[in-house]
């Protein structure tokens, strides 16, 4: 029971190590590109989320001051300004990454890693 | 003006060259070059003037806005930072220089203005993260040299350089995502993100939660680990590097790699500390990954054939010797790992232009080939050479200088097992550089007709070379020009 209380109080954690570890799953065995680049993305996911998780108080309240009130807890804003600089990164990744993989099928006509792969070996690159 | 700016004004020069350069020319002409030319010009003399600053002054702190340290940007400059900016900034204006002739050979013609935008935004990151003096911007500073690095690999229209730039993105990524994770565990202890008062932090809560700050330093050293290329996360190096053209190719094996051991030298000694790290152990993880990567990179580089794979995979060797200095964490051993910084630096970008001149001239890439080779292209094969020969260790040049810090800093630091790791890598390196030496220079080609020739390349391109050649023996016999500001900045690190 202890085990379960802990667990539940801490799901944010345990979510984002989750995905992280799904994400990373996807990017290792999958030899499609594209599923590639979208574990690549449930990984910065699952970072954003645990960010954000450390920065939030139960019970907190948008951290805008309010004159006159004294006792009101604010949520740690900086997580999630730091968070929005790291969806723009993640996000030109992606781009570049999907732009690749355009270039990438117009000259093997595959988007599976390995078939490129096989191609390579056949010695048809140069 | 006051010169405490001087660093940032390094960094924007960079970065307003770079992206307006494509906005306001179409051509790449003279003028262009003058352009690129003189940026690096004015900044090399600030960053030298930042350099004697620091040097007389002592290191300072650049706060962005008077935000203060707990919430603001802040830049440390200290004595090794405003070095590794000079390096970082003499040797890319070198070999830029280079490349103004050489990529015509490499790249369409209306990609040459792109090309130098992506090197201006590659330079810009790389004095970022030299500078930076907080987590977060090192990761964003990561994240922009991680895509300009993939982009000057795939500016290069090839499929091989398509799939090389798409494997190291995704590896690339892997690794700074790890590093992030890192960042945010330990975020979740200290609640700063800026290096000291992390610093100041971690030393109340460290034996509190031991397991976090292990856990995190550990994806961090994986994250850069990738990024840097130790040895059983390598996979991604010998492509990039070598279908690279070669002017990127010298660029990301002399410099980029060597900003992430800065990096990882900042978070071990300026994060952690050297006790807390030693109470981890985290500095015995780095010393066996250190050694693996020293012997492995070598015995791959043996079993190629194509002269910039081999280059790639010594380069997995090299960056051994750094991550065991800043293993065996004495004042020493850390300096030691600092100046093969600087070494390898210099040998391994005369190594890659000497091998890009050969390609340029010859069209060869098969070592098997080389035969002769020494007296059609003399000047390109000496600097090789030269460089081959500070690889394998040879007095005189600088590569024997680092190996012998370090070999000396093993001993004292009573680790002289590591000693035995120096030797092995050093002979394996001979193993494959000395066989180039000999064909090139005794073995005899058939076809050729002269006996003797002057290498038939553009000027830029041999005076870049030579004036690394120069450097390599200048800084070979009188190590001490650099050792001296090396060794007053490191017990900064360890202390």
Redesign the interface.
Known sequence: MELIKELLDHINYVGSATLFVIGLYTVLTHSNLLKKVIGINIMETSIFLFFVSIGYISGGITPIIIPGSEDIIYVNPLPSTLILTGIVVALSITAYSLSLIMRLYKEYGTLDMDKIMELRSDGQDE | MNSIHYPIIIMLLFLIVGVSNPVIKKKFDNIEKSILMSTFFVAIALAFYTFLYVNIEGPFFYNFGNWGRKFGIEFAIDGFSSLLSLLILILSAIIVWYSFRDIGHEMDDENFISYYTIVFLLIFSMLGITFSNDL?NIY?FM?IL??TS??II?IKH???N??A??RY??LN??GS?SF??GI?LL??VTGH?NIVEMNIAIQEVWQVTPTNILLATGFMFIGLAIKSALFPMHVWLPDAHSSAPSPSSALLSGLVVKVYIFTMAKIVFNVLGKEISQALDIDLFLSIFAAISMIMGSIFAIAQKDIKRMLAYSSVAQIGYMFLGIGIATELGLAAGFFHIFSHALMKSALFLSAGAIIYKKDLRDISRFDGLGYELPISMSVFTIAALGMIGIPGIVGFMSKFYLAEAVILAGKPYYVVVILLSSFLNAVYYLPIIISAFIKKDPDREKILEIDDIPRSMYTSMIIIGFCMILFGMFPNLLMNTIINVVPTFIN
Do not use: D, H, P, Q
């Open positions: 977060f964003v994240e991680s895509l993939c982009g795939s090839k499929r091989v398509f799939l730039s798409f993105l995704i990524t892997l995502l992030f994770f945010a975020y979740m993100l």
